[in-house]
């Protein structure tokens, strides 16, 4: 019995099983905490970030794996960035929010039409979600958004998370800072390891995916303020 889970779990039926598995994990978890509706909508508003990501992976031709959920960590696709130029990353990071911010906001919409605390409650989470991952440093979909336009930019993230975690502490900022440190400290010194490919991004990509960055930062930041009012 143990080898035929092993091979199963080897294969793609496994990763299926994973994926869908620990999605439901994370159901459970925040269904027992929050109630079973917020569970179920808050990680469908998850999967549909990642699969945001997925798409966007695919359509480059990168080899991508299915979302992994872990409750109050969040979710991830498998994809190494080793390799992958800095405009790929920023493509594949910008099509988890805009994918994810698009989903939220519909929630917002159905929230309103039928005046629905609980799907207002799941919106909400899912425009801040959404705008903590836009925040500049590696490994946030931020950081590798912005990296196109410059690695300095991740310098400003670092005390982006210092003040977050002192307005809402959270071992999980600790350990994105953690992570994100050594890129910031290299970034200063001008020892950023580039791709070569990343050195075609052109003024244009960069004024591009700067105003589709800061476009969205706008308007997450104004609709999680407005949410919050109607909560």
């Known amino acids: 019995m143990k080898a035929l889970l092993a091979l199963l779990f080897a ?10 598995g620990s999605m439901l994990v994370s159901v459970a978890v925040y269904g027992q905490l929050y109630g079973w509706r917020y569970g179920v909508g808050f990680v469908l508003l998850l999967l549909v970030h990642e699969m945001g990501h997925y798409v966007a992976a695919r359509q480059r031709n990168l080899p991508v ?12 696709i498998n994809l190494k960035n080793q390799g992958i130029g800095s405009e790929t990353q920023a493509f594949v990071g ?13 929630v917002y919409l159905v929230a309103l039409e039928y005046q629905t605390h609980w799907l207002l ?16 440093v590696v490994p946030l979909d931020g950081g590798h958004i912005v990296a ?3 690695p300095k930019i991740w310098v400003i993230g670092l005390p982006m998370l210092v003040v977050l975690y002192f307005w809402q502490p959270s071992p999980l ?8 440190a050594p890129k910031a400290w290299a970034a200063i010194r001008n020892k950023t390891q580039v791709n070569p490919s990343s ?3 052109t003024a244009d990509l960069r004024m591009r995916y700067g105003a589709e960055y800061l476009g969205l930062v706008g308007f997450l930041t104004v609709m999680a303020f407005e949410v919050h009012s109607k909560l």
Request: avoid cysteine; charged fraction near 5%.
């Open 94 to 106: 910008m099509a988890g929010p805009l994918l994810g911010s698009t989903g939220a906001f519909i």
């Open 148 to 150: 196109v336009i410059s």
């Open 199 to 201: 050195l075609l991004a």
């Open 121 to 136: 409650a799941i919106a909400y989470a899912g425009f801040v979600l959404n705008l903590f991952n836009l925040i500049p």
């Open 173 to 180: 900022i600790i350990i994105i800072a953690i992570l994100a």
């Open 65 to 76: 794996g299915l979302p992994t959920f872990i409750p109050f960590v969040g979710a991830w």
């Open 11 to 20: 294969g793609k039926a496994g990763k299926v099983l994973l994926s869908a």
